[in-house]
């Protein structure tokens, strides 16, 4: 169920379109992802199944506009490192990320900076 619940509408509704809308249901997919992932509801094999297309998104959710948004993708990340070992998401993901979770610690919210903090503690162990 959680592996359908991720592919079908978490990940599709954290992709980026523009409008009020939008960015709600952003805000929302990520809080319902950040529950999920801090909830002990998905095992580490639904998460390796789901990653390819989990992580561009989240990557791509760490310049949201909104700040909370900003802050839930940067925690949600740090359980993604959390479960899934470096050797799982492969070299290509680390170089793709770690730029973007380097640039999140400047962030303007000191939130978003201390879960980048977490998020690069977990990615670099």
């Not at 390819?52 to 700040?67: E, T």
């Not at 492969?90 to 977490?118: T, W």
């Amino acid at each position: 169920f959680t592996e359908e619940l991720l592919q079908l509408a978490i990940i599709p509704n954290l992709v980026w379109q523009a409008g009020g809308m939008a960015s709600a249901l952003r805000k929302l997919s990520a809080a319902v992802l950040f529950s999920i992932l801090h909830g002990n509801c998905t095992t580490d094999f639904v998460l390796c199944k789901c990653a390819p297309g989990l992580l561009p998104v989240l990557k791509s959710g760490l310049s949201d506009d909104d700040s909370s948004t900003r802050e839930l993708i940067a925690a949600s990340l740090a359980k993604v490192f959390e479960m899934l070992s470096g050797a799982i998401l492969g070299e290509e993901a680390i170089h793709q990320l770690y730029p973007d979770l380097m640039e999140a610690l400047d962030d303007s919210n000191e939130n978003v900076r201390f879960a980048s903090c977490d998020a690069l503690r977990h990615f670099l162990r």
